[in-house]
Nanobody
Framework: QVQMVESGGGLVQAGGSLRLSCAASGRAFSNYAAGWFRQAPGQEREFVASINWNGGSTYAEDSVQGRFTISRDNAKNTVYLQMNSLKPEDTAVYFC?????????????????WGQGTQVTVSS
């Protein structure tokens, strides 16, 4: 089993930055791909970014490419999402997730372990 806990959310002005962290339990986490998703009120959960098991391959959704960067530190069992140039439309609850596959995935159903989420609010 893998448990995941997000932190780092908050309120920021448009154009600002935040860094989300996701701490995972369990030695198996270093063999798993990880991802970030977000869900705005009244919207479906959507993919943001993914990273493979060793951090050598990453993928980001079009609307955040060039602004958001996913990374991981397997020695700390932690995944990060650096968010720059934030926009009001980035406002959502952000979730981290882990997949038992070593390769990054973009569909929520391909992830097996989820955190509880952290709120990110971007004011205009």
């Amino acid at each position: 089993q893998v448990q995941m806990v997000e932190s780092g959310g908050g309120l920021v002005q448009a154009g600002g930055s935040l860094r989300l962290s996701c701490a995972a339990s369990g030695r198996a986490f270093s063999n798993y791909a990880a991802g970030w998703f977000r869900q705005a009120p009244g919207q479906e959960r959507e993919f943001v970014a993914s990273i493979n098991w060793n951090g050598g391959s990453t993928y980001a959704e079009d609307s955040v490419q060039g602004r958001f960067t996913i990374s991981r530190d397997n020695a700390k069992n932690t995944v990060y999402l650096q968010m720059n140039s934030l926009k009001p439309e980035d406002t959502a609850v952000y979730f981290c997730a882990a997949s038992r596959s070593p390769f990054g995935r973009s569909l929520a159903l391909q992830y097996h372990y989820w955190g509880q989420g952290t709120q990110v609010t971007v004011s205009s």
